[in-house]
Every structure is written in structure tokens, then in C-alpha cells.
């Protein structure tokens, strides 16, 4: 019996390692450089004593500067003027809710107003989560629109935020070269390979942290060097899934896919279109 227990004790010890070891092989490692310890905030979390957060650790705060067409978090920046002072690393965020891609970019156009001439040190990140009844063509042109059109806006690559769910069914290779911030709620444990990101850049593990100088519950990260403003990155360009075709007077939807090897379905899907008939002059479409 002693040898028999000591062998399953030993069988057990194998299997736990092999287990341990496909989890790792399958997870999504940081980016290359310092990790630092952060959070995410909005006027969710009330009024912040960052001075109390720093000395709890926390180095670094993703802020909500607003939502859609024209909300405004009315904290923002109270919280960007308190966490820069209290020394923390500042960027900002901006929750999307664009169907098609004029509004992407009207939304990324009301981000880059609200933090114009503020001296945030990391990417401006969108965050795009609720997809409604959307396909996922349209969602990565929807996406797609509003970073391109943020990084001419405010000169920097941002970073697209995501729960791993959606980086694994929904985001394409059109967007993998922005940095990735992932949500996934593991108790710390290495966030899941998604397929398309080779790594992660920001990695929200927990809504439910604990932190000095916050009343309640909030969202806890790690942030790398790739989200610092001051960190250089390749530049992002438009490839053959991201041209665009700015209508003129008289065009039509079915004579543009024509041009462009495509279907008015197809065209109709990517830039949430819910009757082909109407377009206007001056609207950008992405080509599929």
C-alpha cells in the first residue's frame, strides 16, 4: 500500500504539471518591458485620494474622459489633475458606441477634443465592448475608423481595450498592430492566447480590487512600457482591408463595389449601413 499511495502521489504530481504547463503554453505573455502596477477609473469610483493610491502602490491610471456623441465624465479632469500630481502615469480612455464608420470617427473626434493640450504619458485607448447586433466586419471597420482617425487627431498609436472573449471571435488581424489592453479575470493568471495578438500591453485582471483612497470596488491592471506615450512603436498604416472611398455626388453603393471588387452587401455591412440607397457626398465608406 505505501508504494502503491506513493506512486499515485507521483502520477498526480505529473499530471498537475502537465496541466500547468498547457495553460501556460497557451496564455498571452506581456509586451516587452517594465510592467507597472495600475487601475482604471471613472466618476464610478467617486473622489480619489491619489496621494493615498500611490503609496498603496499603484503607479499608473487609465482615466474615462467620456462616452459616445457627448458625454463627458465629470471627474475627468479632477482625477487626471490629482493622479499627475500625486505622481502617477496618466491616459486616457473613451467608451464607443459607433455603429457605422462616420460616427467612429465623429466619436474619436470628440475624444481628441475633451484631452487636447493635456499631458497625459500614455495612449489614448478606445474602448469598444458592446457590440449590439453587429457583425464583426463591421465591428473592425467601426473600431478600425475610430483609432485611425484618433492617431491623426492626437499623433499618438492608441490602444484598443477588449475582453479576451472578443479578441478571440471578433477582432481581426486589421487592428493587431495596436497595442492590446485585455480584460480577463483570472486572479492574476496570464490572460489567454486570443490568436491575434502576439501579446498584451495592458492587462485589466479584476473589477472587484481593493485599493487606498478608493471607497468601493475598481478595475485593476498591468500596464507595460508599449502604453507610454514616450515608447516608440512601429507606425500603424492602412492595409489592403483598411482603403477608403469618400463619395461624391451621384455615386452610388453598387457602382463604388464595383469599382472595388466588393458586393453593396458587403460595403453596406462594413460601414453599418441600414439602407444602401442612402448615401451622402463627403461620407467616407471602408472598402472591405
Known amino acids: 500500500m505505501p508504494l502503491l ?31 507597472y502596477d495600475g487601475m482604471d477609473v471613472s466618476i464610478y469610483q467617486g473622489r480619489i485620494d491619489f496621494g493615498a493610491a500611490a503609496q498603496d502602490g499603484k503607479e499608473a491610471v487609465y482615466i474615462r474622459a467620456g462616452q459616445g ?10 482625477n487626471f489633475e490629482n493622479a499627475a500630481a500625486a505622481g502617477l502615469d496618466t491616459g486616457f480612455y ?16 470628440a475624444f481628441a477634443r475633451l484631452i487636447r493640450g493635456m ?9 469598444y465592448e458592446s457590440f449590439g447586433n453587429l457583425g464583426a466586419a463591421t465591428v473592425n471597420a467601426v473600431g ?8 491623426r487627431l492626437t499623433g499618438q498609436i492608441p490602444t484598443l481595450y477588449s475582453n479576451t472573449y472578443s479578441a478571440q471571435t471578433v477582432w481581426s ?10 480584460a ?6 496570464p490572460p489567454e492566447n486570443n490568436g491575434v495578438w502576439d501579446s498584451w500591453s495592458g492587462y485589466q485582471y479584476t473589477s472587484s480590487g481593493r485599493v487606498a483612497g478608493i471607497s468601493g470596488s475598481v478595475d485593476l491592471d498591468w500596464f507595460t512600457t508599449r502604453l507610454f506615450t514616450a515608447t516608440p512603436l512601429p507606425p500603424v498604416s492602412g492595409g489592403t482591408n483598411a482603403r477608403t472611398y469618400t463619395v461624391r455626388a451621384g455615386d452610388t453603393l453598387w457602382g463604388i463595389a464595383q469599382t472595388y471588387g466588393t458586393t453593396a452587401a458587403a460595403l453596406a455591412a462594413a460601414n453599418g449601413i441600414t439602407d444602401p440607397d442612402l448615401i451622402y457626398p463627403g461620407e467616407v465608406l471602408l472598402i472591405p
Do not use: H, I
Not at 502521489?9 to 505573455?29: E, I, K
Not at 488581424?173 to 495596436?178: I, L
Open 5 to 35: 499511495k506513493k506512486g499515485w502521489r507521483a502520477l498526480c504530481a505529473l499530471c498537475l504539471t502537465l496541466l500547468l504547463s498547457t495553460v501556460w503554453a497557451f496564455a498571452l505573455s506581456p509586451a516587452a518591458g517594465t510592467v
Open 69 to 78: 456623441f457627448s458625454y463627458v465624465d465629470p471627474n475627468y479632469q479632477t
Open 94 to 109: 473613451y467608451y464607443v458606441t459607433a455603429t457605422n464608420t462616420a460616427d467612429a470617427r465623429t466619436q474619436a473626434a
Open 119 to 127: 499631458d497625459y504619458t500614455m495612449r489614448p485607448a478606445m474602448d
Open 144 to 151: 478600425r475608423a475610430f483609432l485611425e482617425e484618433l492617431q
Open 173 to 182: 488581424s486589421d487592428v493587431a498592430a495596436y497595442p492590446l489592453w485585455v
Open 184 to 189: 480577463q479575470y483570472n486572479g492574476g493568471a
